[in-house]
């Protein structure tokens, strides 16, 4: 495996002989997606080093992209996102890492989960800090306006965001906020480490979704693929023109914001914008 250096950050060859399938993107594709694997290694069994260097040789063997590897900084390379890249992750503790995958299709997402998992459950563990990042967004982005508020309607709707154990102050159900906390109480918990909102719409085109995770995620792969695909179709149906029964999904929420004090409606309302969900 050769590598150059350009400060802190190793870059590995791609893999031209990988044995699995290139999934990255061609010209039909619609959208685009990424993903992002927080966990901490185990340092009682295992030198942070050593396992750093069995982890990329590992990855090597999943992928024909290249390979960015910094233990220290964030990389800086132009092309990272077309790159793995295993790296520190500013959330979590000294001896916690990051791999995100590069720009890829959805089978791409479903083979990185189906092989990355094994890789952290052999070298490290996840706990309630750690989470599973999912990216999707729309390969051309112009004119698009993706209907956040709808996205996360239908998610609620269909018991995603709410399908895994809250972790609080790193990644709480934004549907639960009109009744966990008060707009101050929620901006005081979005001021630590991770952030609140397990839904977040990143750009006009593209959002994160933080709903994954807590201890021994990366146990649950099976789990995670069939949720992986559950957003993708409610991605696809947001970007759809509104079906009655998405008018009524509005109206029902509706109701349910004004059954509640004024006070606490408020609140709800300034914390969806303040969340990127309502302008």
Known sequence: MQYTTNKTTRRYEANSSCSYPSYALNQTDKYQYGCEFEFYIDTTEYKYNEVIDDIVKEIYELTDVEILVDTINLPTAQDKNNCIQIKPDISLEDNGIEISVPITTDLGIEHYIGTICPIINKYGYTNEETGFHIHISTV????INFNFYKFMLLCDKAKLLSSW????GYSQNVMDILSSNTKQASRQIKTKKGTIWNVEKIEPNHVEIKAI?????????????NEFREYCNLFDETLQKDSDEHKQMYRNHKQ???????????EFVLALSEAGIIE
């Open 165 to 168: 154990k809250p972790r609080v």
């Open 140 to 143: 051309n982005n112009d004119g």
């Open 213 to 225: 995770g807590g201890e021994d995620y990366q146990t649950k792969k099976d789990l995670m693929i």
């Open 256 to 266: 349910q914001i004004e059954q509640l004090s004024k006070e606490v409606s408020i």
